[in-house]
């Protein structure tokens, strides 16, 4: 069974900051890896999809990379702002098809 | 183009009672699947649906069901509740059953008591 580990838990940084957001998975036979963002009590936004056989993907200030051999992936998130204070969650799957994800590192950017 | 939906966003229950969800996929999305995310967890799959036919399940009871309609809508049916089934409960989509992105919806917070 797939199993997805998302470090650190928790994150604090001052406005501005870059940051590194990690996932890893034990699994590395995915079809692709999906960075989704979560407010309090809300529900999932998609933020960036790498496919299997892609490196990274890139959306305005976030850049995501996916090294299947390794089972690792990173969330890059430059020049960091308040509104990006949330929980970010990691998944592997095939489409909405059984993704298993991580329990996500909730990001507080202090203004 | 209209995203997920989902309705109630809120809901309380009593033990032993029954409960439907309802989520209402996005336009051209034919798979949509459910998933339950319990208080500092990630969500947790539930079921999927293709083509109205169950198409995978997670490691749920059976008293966890659900349904598709033409439309691609789906509905999450949960008997005999319990109090750990309270929890954030999550309807994504996505264009086919594989290798697209998947959608969510905002979720519903059911409660049981």
């Known amino acids: 069974k797939q199993e997805v580990t998302q470090i650190p838990a928790a994150l604090s940084v001052p406005e501005g900051e870059n940051l590194v957001l990690n996932c890893s998975f034990t699994d590395s036979a995915i079809y692709n890896l999906q960075w989704f963002r979560q407010d309090p009590g809300k529900g999932l936004t998609s933020l960036l999809l790498?496919?299997?056989?892609?490196r990274e993907q890139t959306s305005g200030r976030l850049n995501a990379s996916l090294d299947k051999s390794s089972g690792r992936s990173t969330l890059y998130i430059a020049a960091s702002q308040p509104g990006d204070s949330a929980t970010y969650l990691c998944a592997t799957g095939a489409g909405a098809n059984n993704l298993f994800f991580g329990t996500g590192t909730r990001l507080t950017v202090i203004p | 183009e209209t995203g997920v939906t989902q309705s109630p966003t809120h809901l309380i229950k009593t033990r032993g009672q029954q409960v439907t969800l309802r989520c209402s996929s996005q336009s051209g999305h034919n798979t949509v699947s459910w998933y339950q995310q319990a208080l500092g967890q990630g969500p947790q799959f539930i079921f999927q649906?293709?083509?109205?036919?169950?198409?995978g399940r997670g490691n749920f009871p059976p008293r966890f069901s659900g349904l598709q309609f033409p439309n691609y809508s789906s509905e999450l049916n949960v008997n005999a509740l319990e109090l750990d089934d309270s929890a954030l409960y999550l309807c994504?989509?996505?264009?086919?059953?594989?290798?697209?992105?998947?959608?969510f919806g905002q979720g519903t917070r059911l409660t049981v008591v």
């Open positions: 994504a989509s996505s264009f086919d059953r594989r290798t697209t992105e998947a959608f």
């Open positions: 649906y293709y083509r109205e036919e169950e198409n």
């Open positions: 790498i496919q299997s056989s892609q």
